[in-house]
């Protein structure tokens, strides 16, 4: 069965820095491009970041370049986001969720229950 | 970006209703479509893929179609559990978009 379980998620100040994990099991995690989604509370949808399947390639939406990195660590079956300089519209759950197909860009076929990011000014 | 847009907002239905949720793309996304149920609280669910291909497990009753800028997603028969919020996504680019998402309700 595959799983993903996010952690790390939690109260932080305006400015500061946060580290999200994501850990998979239950497939072969190197195969697959992951991706972070957040969703603000009572929002939509917002895809963030997505890494291909070794992590030679990254991608992120406007709203969160420059400030948050994603990577992976392929022996230890984790997804990472580093978010810094966080403002108060970073506030939302985030989701870790994985490509349905390996190799291109494709839907989210797995997600994880999601963390609650929350940041205060 | 591809920008999306679902219509309507808000479906008001019965169960046993036929509903369908409409999804226009900025541009031309080919196939490129899915579309996700979420429950309050919970993460969402993958029902539709390439525009009209049924996700392992989902019921029969959704189905999708479209091709270019319009898709829809259609329930045959609504039941209770299908009461949530839909969204669809493009993934046609490195930069996926959701739509705004439609929230279906009981009548």
């Known amino acids: 069965e595959v799983q993903l379980v996010e952690s790390g998620g939690g109260l932080v100040q305006s400015g500061g820095s946060l580290r999200l994990s994501c850990a998979a099991s239950g497939f072969i995690f190197s195969r697959h491009w992951m991706h972070w989604i957040r969703q603000a509370p009572g929002k939509g949808l917002e895809w963030v970041s997505r890494?291909?399947?070794?992590?030679?390639?990254?991608s992120y939406a406007d709203s969160v370049k420059g400030r948050f990195t994603i990577s992976r660590d392929n022996v230890k079956n984790t997804l990472y986001l580093q978010m810094n300089s966080l403002r108060a519209e970073d506030t939302a759950v985030y989701f870790c969720?994985?490509?349905?197909?390996?190799?291109?860009?494709?839907?989210?076929?797995?997600w994880g229950q999601g963390t609650l990011v929350v940041v205060s000014s | 970006d591809i920008q999306m847009t679902q219509s309507p907002s808000t479906l008001s239905a019965s169960v046993g209703d036929r509903v369908t949720i409409t999804c226009r793309a900025s541009q031309s996304i080919s196939v490129w479509l899915a579309w996700y149920q979420q429950n309050p609280g919970k993460a969402p669910n993958l029902l539709i893929y390439d525009a009209s291909s049924l996700e392992s497990g989902v019921p029969s009753r959704f189905s999708g179609s479209g091709s270019g800028t319009e898709f829809t997603l259609t329930i045959s028969s609504l039941q209770p559990a299908d009461f949530a919020t839909y969204y669809c996504?493009?993934?046609?680019?490195?930069?996926?978009?959701f739509g705004q998402g439609t929230k279906v309700e009981i009548k």
């Open positions: 890494t291909t399947s070794d992590g030679s390639s990254t």
């Open positions: 969720a994985r490509g349905r197909r390996m190799g291109a860009p494709s839907p989210f076929d797995s």
């Open positions: 996504q493009q993934y046609s680019t490195s930069r996926w978009t």
